[in-house]
């Protein structure tokens, strides 16, 4: 059975950090891109960072690039989401995501593109 465990969520005041993880068993980990989806109340899920399957290769979406960072631990099956300089704007609950592809340089960006997601852990930042 896949399952992909996110943790790390909480509140924290604006300017404040979190760092988010997904544990991922039951698949190959080192064979899926990994990607982190945020989706706030009353908006569709977004894009918010992805990571190819060796952690070469990042994609970020434009609003959280220099703040956030994305990285994987194929050794231990786990990718992480470090956030800095949060903003009220990042409320949302934040998803992982596991994307198989055959090519080593793919790094997913669409909801999509995901094979499996974890059930989200909620990131409140207060103003």
């Known amino acids: 059975q896949v399952r992909l465990v996110e943790a790390g969520g909480g509140l924290v005041q604006a300017g404040g950090s979190l760092r988010l993880s997904c544990a991922g068993s039951?698949?190959?980990?080192?064979?899926?891109?990994m990607g982190w989806f945020r989706q706030a109340p009353g908006k569709e899920r977004e894009f918010v960072a992805g990571i190819s399957r060796r952690g070469g290769l990042t994609n970020y979406v434009d609003s959280v690039k220099g703040r956030f960072t994305i990285s994987r631990d194929n050794a231990k099956n786990t990718v992480l989401l470090q956030m800095n300089s949060l903003k009220p704007e990042d409320t949302a609950t934040y998803y992982c995501g596991a994307a198989w592809s055959a090519l080593a340089s793919y790094v997913p960006v669409k909801n999509d593109d995901m094979t499996y997601w974890g059930k989200g852990t909620l990131v409140t930042v207060s103003s």
């Open positions: 039951g698949i190959i980990f080192s064979s899926f891109a």
